[in-house]
């Protein structure tokens, strides 16, 4: 039962609204919070890169 309930809360998705009302309740604004979004994004795109390269040489080590 508690994780029917977890999965629904995890489905749940803010309106734009509740969104922007959560914003100033915490003391950020919009911009702030989707310039760290951008960062937190990009960020996770280079750590998935050098991954993929890290794996690639791994294969290619492994293949030799």
Do not use: P
Request: no cysteine; charged share 35%.
């Amino acid at each position: 039962m508690a994780e029917k309930t977890l999965q629904t809360d995890r489905e749940k998705k803010l309106t734009r609204e509740e969104l922007d009302n959560l914003l100033v309740e915490l003391g950020v604004s919009a911009e702030t919070a989707k310039d760290e979004y951008r960062s937190r994004v990009e960020s996770f795109n280079k750590l998935t890169l050098w991954q993929d390269q890290r794996n690639a040489q791994i294969a290619q080590l492994s293949a030799t």
